[in-house]
């Protein structure tokens, strides 16, 4: 099948043979999103971006990102205006709150419709990415073309079925996904392909990190490493999705 321009990044992710084609994707993702914000073309500067970026705000792991990024002044002109949105809101919320009277029953069981309104506005600021809102938007355009691909590209259907699965969190959006977009034939052979994989893929990691176990017996001490200096994380990701903030591991293993 003749590639697209809409199918060429997940064709590459699929070909990097990574532990999980769609956690290669996020960090890729991820990484043009922090560039588009805080890089060179300076969109932070936009006052349409800014508006944006005032209002959503960013997740505590987003704003951990883009201080590493390292654009000091692009982080304060954001935080700056972002601030000064937080504090109007944060007035008005005050100003309007009013505690509700507890009762006997009330403190040990919440009444529906008692939520604190100052507790509720501050879940949904922390609830609110800008970066995480992108993401999460272009996540559900692969996840199309994933199944675009699967029904139409035997091909990339082959790489799936013979590489090395997913993490669990992408896999379970799969699944979700699957009986969405897919006939129950359809669904039938998606499940057949990929379940054989999931399984045999998650045996690999756990016979390697139980090697690496092994290892540390001092008569294997001369033993070949054989796959297992690297199945701590390679597990986390299987199974936690992503890489871990090791700085030490290659992200381009």
Same mark, same amino acid.
């Given at each position: 099948?003749?590639?697209?321009?809409?199918?060429?990044? &997940?064709?590459?992710?699929?070909? +990097?043979?990574?532990?999980?084609?769609?956690?290669? $994707?996020? #960090?890729?993702?991820?990484?043009?999103?922090?560039?588009?914000? &805080?890089?060179?073309?300076?969109?932070?500067? @936009?006052?349409?971006?800014?508006?944006?970026?005032?209002?959503?705000?960013?997740?505590?792991?987003?704003?951990?990102?883009?201080?590493?990024?390292?654009?000091?002044?692009?982080?304060? !002109?954001?935080?700056?205006?972002?601030?000064?949105?937080?504090?109007?809101?944060?007035?008005?919320?005050?100003?309007?709150?009013?505690?509700?009277?507890?009762?006997?029953?009330?403190?040990?069981?919440?009444?529906?419709?008692? *939520?604190?309104?100052?507790?509720? !506005? $501050?879940? +949904?600021? *922390?609830?609110?990415?800008?970066?995480?809102?992108?993401?999460?938007?272009?996540? *559900?355009?692969?996840?199309?073309?994933?199944?675009?691909? !699967?029904?139409?590209? @035997?091909?990339? #259907?082959?790489?799936?079925?013979?590489?090395?699965?997913?993490?669990?969190?992408?896999?379970?959006?799969?699944? *979700?996904?699957?009986?969405?977009?897919?006939?129950?034939?359809?669904?039938?052979?998606?499940?057949?392909?990929?379940?054989?994989?999931?399984?045999?893929?998650?045996? #690999?990691?756990?016979?390697?990190?139980?090697?690496?176990?092994?290892?540390?017996?001092? #008569?294997?001490?001369?033993?070949? !490493?054989?796959?297992?200096?690297?199945?701590?994380?390679?597990?986390?990701?299987?199974?936690?999705?992503?890489?871990?903030?090791?700085?030490?591991?290659?992200?381009?293993?």
């Amino acid at each position: 099948m003749k590639e697209q321009l809409y199918t060429i990044p &997940l064709n590459d992710a699929v070909n +990097a043979q990574d532990e999980c084609p769609f956690c290669f $994707i996020h #960090r890729s993702i991820e990484q043009d999103l922090l560039d588009f914000v &805080l890089g060179s073309g300076s969109s932070y500067m @936009e006052a349409d971006i800014r508006e944006q970026t005032d209002k959503a705000g960013f997740c505590r792991y987003h704003f951990q990102k883009m201080f590493d990024y390292g654009n000091t002044l692009g982080n304060a !002109w954001i935080l700056k205006t972002h601030y000064q949105r937080m504090i109007r809101e944060m007035q008005q919320e005050f100003a309007s709150f009013r505690p509700g009277k507890s009762s006997l029953l009330g403190k040990f069981k919440k009444a529906e419709g008692s *939520e604190n309104t100052i507790g509720m !506005w $501050i879940r +949904a600021k *922390e609830d609110s990415c800008y970066i995480c809102s992108q993401y999460k938007d272009t996540y *559900e355009r692969y996840l199309d073309t994933f199944f675009y691909l !699967w029904k139409n590209d @035997e091909s990339f #259907r082959n790489k799936i079925i013979n590489g090395k699965g997913f993490c669990l969190p992408h896999f379970g959006d799969l699944c *979700e996904a699957a009986g969405r977009k897919l006939s129950d034939k359809e669904k039938q052979e998606f499940y057949d392909g990929l379940l054989p994989v999931m399984e045999a893929n998650m045996q #690999r990691i756990s016979e390697d990190v139980s090697w690496l176990v092994e290892k540390f017996d001092y #008569r294997n001490k001369d033993a070949d !490493w054989k796959n297992s200096k690297d199945a701590i994380q390679r597990g986390m990701q299987k199974l936690k999705g992503g890489y871990p903030a090791d700085p030490a591991y290659k992200m381009s293993k």
